[in-house]
């Protein structure tokens, strides 16, 4: 299991300005194969909190365990995929996909072993020799998830990685994730803006207060999949988040009216 313990980060400003604080007393458990989405108003601290999970950050106080094991650095068994792609353009589609096994003393022949069907499972045989500037942003985005998964990593963590793709290329992409995650059973910790996606993916569902951010809801998704979008229990749950984050990121108001799914 992955274990939140008393999370707080706070960061300092310039001399003589108060602290500017951003997650309090956060604790959360993510049992192992979980996939668990988290939704909150702009600048609540998500993206703060999933570097804290990863090792990037370390938090004012409080600490994170994967099983016993605090995690105090990146790497741990624990990979994070980013918005951006974050792919080197002067190398190939398998180059970069290499990259996430650059730790460990693997022999090329090895690595082939591990690239290959990854490669094939992720449709991406006839674009191996591919930079990146020859790729859609879909493509992009696969190739990103596959470096991390040829890392062994057992927590994925994703922030808003679809966010930039168009609608047509995000459904497919979420599509694509619940099999890959229903296939190998990672732990997966994905960050969206997007209520629907939120819904559309995650088994359970932590909404976040505005800063400083704590937990608000913790909604588990009794949902089968593939999950119908238009379902009367899909849009049941997506307004009651909704209101819940509107009342987050519009305190003054207690009536919302028509209220965008992107917050």
């Given at each position: ?40 108003p ?6 703060t ?6 090792g ?27 918005q ?91 599509e ?56 009367s ?18 305190p ?12």
């Amino acid at each position: 299991m992955l274990h939140l313990k008393h999370i707080s980060q706070v960061f300092l400003k310039d001399k003589g300005q108060a602290p500017f604080e951003v997650l309090r007393e956060i604790n959360l458990t993510v049992p192992r194969g979980q996939f668990l989405c988290l939704v909150g108003p702009n600048g609540c601290g998500k993206t703060t909190l999933l570097r804290v999970v990863a090792g990037l950050m370390a938090p004012t106080q409080g600490k994170v365990f994967w099983d016993d094991r605090e995690i105090t650095a990146p790497g741990q068994g624990i990979g994070l995929i980013f918005q951006e792609f974050a792919l080197l353009p002067w190398r190939t589609v398998w180059q970069n996909i290499e990259l996430g096994m650059v730790t460990k003393p693997w022999a090329r022949a090895e690595r082939a072993q591990v690239i290959r069907p990854l490669i094939a499972r992720f449709g991406l045989e006839e674009f191996e020799h591919c930079f990146p500037k020859e790729l859609s942003g879909g493509m992009k985005q696969k190739v990103a998830i596959a470096r991390v998964l040829v890392s062994g990593s057992e927590v994925l963590l994703m922030d808003e990685p679809f966010a930039s793709l168009d609608a047509q290329s995000r459904n497919f992409l979420q599509e694509f994730l619940v099999r890959l995650w229903q296939t190998n059973g990672k732990t997966i910790i994905f960050v969206t803006h997007n209520v629907d996606e939120a819904i559309f993916l995650g088994e359970r569902i932590i909404v976040m207060r505005r800063r400083p951010s704590a937990v608000k809801l913790d909604i588990g998704i009794d949902l089968p999949y593939p999950r119908d979008r238009t379902c009367s229990q899909f849009n049941r749950i997506r307004k009651d988040i909704l209101e819940s984050l509107g009342r987050e990121t519009f305190p003054e108001s207690s009536k919302l009216g028509h209220f965008s799914q992107d917050l």
